[in-house]
């Protein structure tokens, strides 16, 4: 079943208000996302960390990002094809978890694979052109003091290859990743088929996970999906 944009809007914009209390069984929600979602892939492994800069000069490091779900992608300015669809692609999910309370509590990480082009001015013009919002969104490059395949490495790390061909260009896939609050690599989204209220609804799970028992006869996020039609 497709659930309608405004519907599974509406969907997300409620289940980011349902309190902790009356969330799944643990696991139960991965079990249907992989039932429903081609191009997702749970993971549960430490997410490779990183020390880098943003445009300004800050550093940021992953470990400085724990009490928040980071969504994590590398691009790469010039990137004439995937990047760009990749980067709208994130400001959609961006868009739909900031209409939700969930706002403050996820952070939005773009990497370039390319710092000796995407110069400070370069990231500052990135979020603008593609629709993300820097209030929860970062692009990040090297440090000075680092080699100019460290972010490369770091892809790598992450399970990606980002090849440069003779043009200049890079030669990548497109993978999503979700790491939750401690730092886990939780999910890799796939591509850029993927239907994105899944991975909202997958960051919400998230967000709402606590260290409590959970109430296993409340309904499914399936079974309230259902009931709207």
């Known amino acids: ?58 550093t940021v490091r992953l470990a400085d990002l724990r009490g928040r779900v980071v969504v994590l992608n590398f691009i790469y300015a010039s990137c004439p094809d995937v990047c760009p669809l990749h980067s709208e692609r994130i400001a959609e999910i961006q868009a739909m978890i900031n209409q939700t309370p969930m706002k403050d509590q996820v952070q939005f990480v773009s990497i370039t694979t390319d710092p000796a082009r995407d110069t400070p001015q370069v990231l500052r013009d990135y979020g603008p052109a593609h629709g993300l919002a820097s209030v929860n969104w970062s692009f990040l490059t090297t440090a000075p003091n680092q080699p100019e395949d460290a972010t490369r490495k770091l892809a790598k790390a992450y399970g990606l290859e980002f090849t440069r061909t003779e043009g200049g260009d890079q030669m990548h896939a497109v993978v999503t990743h979700v790491i939750d609050q401690t730092g886990r690599l939780r999910a890799r989204f796939h591509s850029l088929k993927f239907e994105p209220t899944n991975l909202v609804v997958f960051v919400n799970d998230l967000v709402n996970d606590v260290d409590q028992p959970h109430g296993h006869d409340a309904p499914s996020l399936w079974d309230r999906v259902r009931s709207l039609f």
């Not at 944009?5 to 799944?24: I, T």
């Not at 079990?31 to 943003?54: I, N, S, V, W």
């Open 1 to 58: 079943m497709r659930i309608p944009n405004a519907v599974a809007l509406a969907l997300v914009l409620g289940l980011a208000a349902v309190p902790p209390a009356s969330a799944h069984a643990p696991g139960e929600l991965e079990k249907e996302l992989r039932d429903r979602e081609t191009y997702f892939q749970p993971m549960d492994q430490e997410a490779p960390g990183f020390t880098l800069q943003d445009a300004d000069g800050r």
